[in-house]
T-cell receptor, first 110, second 112 residues
């Protein structure tokens, strides 16, 4: 089945720790995105990538990093510099039209 | 003016009611438009695209008014399963062919 997968479903981070969220798609989409959603808030764009080996900062990139070494994969690292990382993280992909989302990862700070 | 603005609701309606959501956008150069629905603690899912001539998909009707920079979604004969947050989404407002801008969403609860 074609789709977008994210793992893990839940992730716990300790103070000062970097954690990496996985996002994989087999839809052959060129573009991939990472969003953050806080309770009662809209989606905010963290990073996006239109092609392999290229990515751009979104509206709230500070404290995050990404890579795009393969078309299918767009991992997001939440670094220790991100002081308020607790949120629902959503990955999406598209081909110049609507975006399709993975099931999300909930990140919690211990 | 916010890039994409929606009435946050909440809307509480009985089963069978007709409900309408409105959305405005600030960038007149925006290229395409969508409605997504998001269930509690789930990812957003594409409900329908919005075309200039207006379009219908079963009980759902979407309309676009480019002159007023206004998008609407009408749900007829509401079902309990329609309870969700509805997100208005605009494509191309940020100068990128790929970037979407999401409204904060309108919460709908359909009551038995």
């Amino acid at each position: 089945d074609g789709g977008i997968t994210q793992s893990p479903k839940y992730l716990f981070r300790k103070e000062g720790q970097n954690v990496t969220l996985s996002c994989e798609q087999n839809l052959n989409h060129d573009a991939m995105y990472w969003y953050r959603q806080d309770p009662g808030q809209g989606l905010r764009l963290i990073y996006y990538s239109q092609i392999v080996n290229d990515f751009q900062k979104g509206d709230i990139a500070e404290g995050y990093s990404v890579s795009r070494e393969k078309k299918e994969s767009f991992p997001l690292t939440v670094t220790s510099a991100q002081k308020n990382p607790t949120a629902f993280y959503l990955c999406a992909s598209s081909m110049e039209g609507p975006q399709y989302f993975g099931p999300g990862t909930r990140l919690l700070v211990l | 003016r916010k890039e994409v603005e929606q009435d946050p609701g909440p809307f509480n309606v009985p089963e069978g009611a007709t409900v309408a959501f409105n959305c405005t956008y600030s960038n007149s150069a925006s290229q395409s438009f969508f409605w997504y629905r998001q269930d509690c603690r789930k990812e957003p899912k594409l409900l329908m695209s919005v075309y200039s001539s207006g379009n219908e998909d079963g009980r759902f009707t979407a309309q676009l008014n480019r002159a007023s920079q206004y998008i609407s979604l009408l749900i007829r004969d509401s079902k309990l399963s329609d309870s969700a947050t509805y997100l208005c989404v605009v494509h191309g407002s940020g100068g990128s062919n790929y970037k979407l801008t999401f409204g904060k969403g309108t919460l709908l609860t359909v009551n038995p």
